[in-house]
């Protein structure tokens, strides 16, 4: 089970909409405080740049659906997106492909194993799956349109970028790091191959997944990216529609059930909230029609994903109703007006 320590937080019916701005600062403030000086978990060394981040840091970041920022802590400290790029380049393949095709070439079941499984694919006939595992993010980053690596890598940077509202960059160093150390991920490439699971190169495809990954951005950032989900495909701050709100949903509803891989029930029963966490530290987790609560914090429990993220999102998803599932009985006057349910 996930550790959620939510002893004396509320239940708040997500019904409802989100409190005023005030309100929201003094949640996301006192996330932060409430867990900035957990200590457990360890920082994730299988790539070894990462063993070099600093175990302290701890970011808090919402962005609400109207574009509001509130945030705490390191929200500003950039990192890896790592795994989290995976959410992200699936709706870019989505929405240039059609909600069909990725069901029939990755598919969209949880696998109950690892996220690096090979195993996973061997038992599914040559399927990856789903897009949030490793050999099912490869598929679905070969699976882009492009003439060429070259297009299809910026296509991957200017769609993230987009989610984020800003530029996003190439960490060069992560990115070494990682290159050196991906054997598994070229094997998972080879056997997709092997099954005619691959729409380009298995070299090519693994190159490609490890830059996503090794894009740098922020607590902040993650919170834009998640909103812009929550609103529809639309980027709350910048305006800009991204992805169309079929590719939204469609994102949503496999970030439920896959985002955070063998867990990711035990993540809905407890958090209640599609979500998706990396290696480095980062978790985003979205309220559909709300907002996203993005969080960075190094030191992961033993399923990878970050102790002090965990937390606070399953705090933030209590005190401020955004749990899926929380909901509250109609009172008198809903009930004598059904139609002011539904605006």
Same mark, same amino acid.
């Given at each position: 089970?996930?550790?959620?320590? #939510?002893?004396?937080?509320?239940?708040?019916?997500?019904?409802?909409? +989100?409190?005023?701005?005030?309100?929201?600062?003094?949640?996301?403030?006192?996330?932060?405080?409430?867990?900035?000086?957990?200590?457990?978990?360890? $920082?994730?060394?299988?790539?070894?740049?990462? /063993?070099?981040?600093?175990?302290?840091?701890?970011?808090?970041?919402?962005?609400?659906?109207?574009?509001?920022?509130?945030?705490a802590?390191? $929200?500003?400290?950039?990192?890896?997106?790592?795994s989290?790029s995976?959410?992200?380049?699936?709706?870019?393949?989505c929405?240039?492909? @059609?909600?069909?095709?990725?069901?029939? +070439?990755?598919? +969209?079941?949880?696998? @109950?194993? /690892?996220?690096?499984?090979? =195993?996973?694919?061997? #038992?599914?006939?040559?399927?990856?799956?789903?897009?949030?595992?490793?050999?099912? /993010?490869?598929?679905?980053?070969?699976?882009?349109?492009?003439?060429?690596?070259?297009?299809?890598?910026?296509?991957?940077?200017?769609?993230?970028?987009?989610?984020a509202?800003?530029?996003?960059a190439?960490?060069?160093?992560?990115y070494?790091s990682?290159?050196f150390?991906?054997?598994?991920?070229? /094997?998972?490439?080879?056997?997709?191959?092997?099954?005619?699971?691959?729409?380009?190169?298995? $070299?090519?495809?693994?190159?490609?997944?490890?830059?996503?990954?090794?894009?740098?951005?922020?607590? !902040?950032? #993650?919170?834009?990216?998640?909103?812009? #989900?929550?609103?529809?495909?639309?980027?709350?701050?910048?305006?800009?529609?991204?992805?169309?709100?079929?590719?939204?949903?469609?994102?949503?509803?496999?970030?439920?059930?896959?985002?955070?891989y063998? !867990?990711?029930?035990?993540?809905?029963?407890?958090?209640?909230?599609?979500?998706?966490?990396? =290696?480095?530290?980062?978790?985003?987790?979205?309220?559909?029609?709300?907002?996203?609560?993005?969080?960075?914090?190094?030191?992961?429990?033993?399923? @990878?994903?970050? +102790?002090?993220?965990? !937390?606070?999102?399953?705090?933030?998803?209590?005190?401020?109703?955004?749990?899926?599932?929380?909901?509250?009985?109609?009172?008198?006057?809903?009930?004598?007006?059904?139609?002011?349910?539904?605006?």
């Amino acid at each position: 089970m996930f550790e959620t320590d #939510l002893t004396g937080v509320p239940q708040t019916s997500a019904t409802g909409g +989100v409190p005023d701005a005030e309100r929201m600062d003094d949640l996301v403030a006192h996330a932060h405080a409430r867990y900035a000086d957990l200590d457990e978990g360890e $920082v994730a060394d299988y790539i070894p740049i990462l /063993a070099e981040a600093d175990r302290s840091w701890f970011g808090v970041a919402l962005t609400d659906a109207r574009g509001g920022s509130h945030v705490a802590g390191d $929200v500003d400290v950039a990192f890896s997106i790592q795994s989290i790029s995976k959410a992200f380049v699936f709706a870019l393949a989505c929405e240039a492909l @059609g909600h069909e095709a990725i069901h029939d +070439v990755v598919g +969209v079941n949880n696998t @109950g194993l /690892a996220f690096n499984s090979v =195993v996973a694919v061997e #038992l599914n006939d040559g399927s990856p799956m789903n897009s949030m595992v490793n050999a099912g /993010a490869i598929a679905t980053t070969a699976l882009l349109p492009a003439a060429h690596a070259d297009e299809r890598w910026q296509r991957i940077r200017d769609g993230l970028s987009r989610f984020a509202g800003r530029p996003l960059a190439l960490d060069g160093e992560v990115y070494r790091s990682e290159s050196f150390t991906n054997h598994r991920n070229q /094997a998972l490439a080879r056997l997709l191959q092997s099954y005619d699971r691959l729409a380009i190169d298995p $070299v090519e495809a693994v190159d490609l997944y490890t830059r996503q990954c090794s894009l740098s951005v922020t607590a !902040r950032d #993650l919170a834009v990216m998640g909103a812009t #989900l929550a609103h529809g495909g639309v980027n709350p701050v910048t305006g800009d529609r991204v992805v169309s709100a079929d590719t939204a949903r469609d994102t949503l509803s496999l970030l439920a059930s896959c985002g955070m891989y063998e !867990r990711s029930g035990e993540w809905l029963f407890e958090i209640g909230l599609p979500a998706k966490s990396g =290696v480095a530290g980062g978790i985003v987790a979205i309220a559909p029609g709300k907002g996203a609560v993005g969080t960075f914090s190094p030191p992961l429990d033993p399923a @990878g994903n970050s +102790v002090r993220g965990q !937390r606070a999102c399953a705090y933030l998803s209590r005190a401020l109703g955004l749990n899926l599932f929380a909901s509250a009985p109609l009172t008198s006057s809903d009930a004598a007006s059904p139609e002011g349910v539904l605006s």
